[in-house]
T-cell receptor, first 111, second 118 residues
């Protein structure tokens, strides 16, 4: 069974701070996605990474896929209250496979 | 990005009744859709994989007679919670994979449906 461990589980920071959160596994994934979910809504896809060592940027968010394609990190620069939410990482073993989800990271950014 | 729509957004029903939730891919075709259940402040729990034109594949511990799934077209899957009880109250979310562009496995999620069983 493929497992994804996300850390830290909870994070509360002040607006303007930087942060890095992690998604780790002992399994290799062909692709990995990051989603953000706000209360009462469905998850929204932020990024997909597929190549080992790949780095993608989405405004203030920087995503990195590990060289071995077993882990990923998300770095947020100058966090804003609008970044508050549940961040989920999900790994796929192939194009038609079901995704394995981590337990998520609850981020709270205080004004 | 692709759009997935769920309906209803929330529903309140009496114990013993059945509730149907629809999941539609609005601008793409989806042979495969997924249904999840989510408890407060927790991650998504996959319930079943919905396959167009064939039977759904249920995860271990999910009662297929309790949670009926029908995927009759390439843009619509439905989840029916039969004889609902208070313990079925939860947030149900569907997701779909674009048949043409989903080669990297990414999913697009509906807005979720909040079910409350009295």
């Amino acid at each position: 069974t493929q497992l994804l461990e996300q850390s830290p589980q909870f994070l509360s920071i002040q607006e303007g701070e930087n942060l890095t959160v992690y998604c780790n596994s002992s399994s290799v994934f062909s692709s990995l996605q990051w989603y953000r979910q706000e209360p009462g809504e469905g998850p929204v896809l932020l990024v997909t990474v597929v190549t080992g060592g790949e780095v993608k940027k989405l405004k203030r968010l920087t995503f990195q896929f590990g060289d071995a394609r077993k882990d990923s990190s998300l770095h947020i620069t100058a966090a804003q209250p609008g970044d508050t939410g549940l961040y989920l990482c999900a790994g796929g073993a192939g194009a038609n496979s079901k995704l394995t989800f981590g337990k998520g990271i609850t981020l709270s950014v205080r004004p | 990005g692709a759009v997935v729509s769920q309906h209803p957004s929330w529903v309140i029903c009496k114990s013993g009744t059945s509730v149907k939730i629809e999941c539609r891919s609005l601008d793409f075709q989806a042979t495969t859709m997924f249904w999840y259940r989510q408890f407060p402040k927790q991650s998504l729990m996959l319930m079943a994989t919905s396959n167009e034109g064939s039977k759904a594949t249920y995860e271990q511990g999910v009662e297929k007679d309790k949670f009926l799934i029908n995927h009759a077209s390439l843009t619509l899957s439905t989840l029916t919670v039969t004889s609902a009880h208070p313990e079925d109250s939860s947030f149900y979310i569907c997701s779909a994979r674009d048949d043409l562009w989903g080669k990297t496995g990414e999913l697009f999620f509906g807005e979720g449906s909040r079910l409350t069983v009295l």
